[in-house]
Antibody, heavy 122, light 109 residues
């Protein structure tokens, strides 16, 4: 079955860019039919959708983060990536990647990666 | 502040039933029949439990059920078991974005 795994630095300095990659195994991003999302969870808090991408490169971002977020896809590596610029301590969170079903208005996330904690600190 | 409102905590004894509510607006929960629910154990990733308001993915026990009325969706867990103790989150499409509830901690007494 499809599995997702996040990777990237666990510590990022304030004002720098957070960069994470999600590697998909057990299925091809290029096969279509699914979107691929990033979701984060602040320590002890709820979930926040960051954005998603289709294998074609089409993206959609949470308006609250849109000015700082870039999600890209590398179909040759079966990976998609997140870049979040100008980070502050408020961006400290566990970041998850997830396969996303998105037929207009129908949306769910399954499966999820295990998550990776990113701490923003000098 | 989360877009969807959930009770912070609910509890129940083994074998009992509990219901977790998720209240939104006509722009999200009330506007679409597509609410999903996720279970999250401590230190683990969320797991899909319900999609399209009331459908269960393969492998999810039928003790878990979902419903919706107006702007409020509900997750009911019947025949509570110790392993059901976890955080639960609802999720809905909201036009220009996807929104989650703040989460509900279920304690099995």
């Amino acid at each position: 079955q499809v599995q997702l795994q996040e990777s990237g630095p666990g510590l990022v300095k304030p004002s720098q860019t957070l960069s994470l990659t999600c590697t998909v195994s057990g299925g091809s991003i290029s096969s279509g039919g699914y979107y691929w999302s990033w979701i984060r969870q602040h320590p002890g808090k709820g979930l926040e959708w960051i954005g998603y991408i289709y294998y074609s490169g089409s993206t959609y971002y949470n308006p609250s983060l849109k000015s700082r977020v870039t999600i890209s896809v590398d179909t040759s590596k079966n990976q998609f990536s997140l870049k979040l610029s100008s980070v502050t301590a408020a961006d400290t969170a566990v970041y998850y990647c997830a396969r996303t079903v998105l037929v207009p208005a129908r949306v769910w996330f399954d499966p999820w990666g295990q998550g990776t904690l990113v701490t923003v600190s000098s | 502040q989360s877009a969807l409102t959930q009770p912070r905590s609910v509890s129940g004894s083994p074998g009992q039933s509990v219901t977790i509510s998720c209240t939104g607006t006509s722009s999200d929960v009330g506007g679409y029949n597509y609410v999903s629910w996720y279970q999250q154990h401590p230190g683990k990733a969320p797991k899909l439990m319900i999609y399209d308001v009331s459908k269960r993915p393969s492998g999810v026990p039928d003790r878990f059920s979902g419903s919706k009325s107006g702007n409020t969706a509900s997750l009911t867990i019947s025949g509570l078991q110790a392993e059901d103790e976890a955080d639960y989150y609802c999720c809905s499409y909201a036009g220009s974005l996807i929104v989650f509830g703040g989460g509900t901690k279920l304690t099995v007494l």
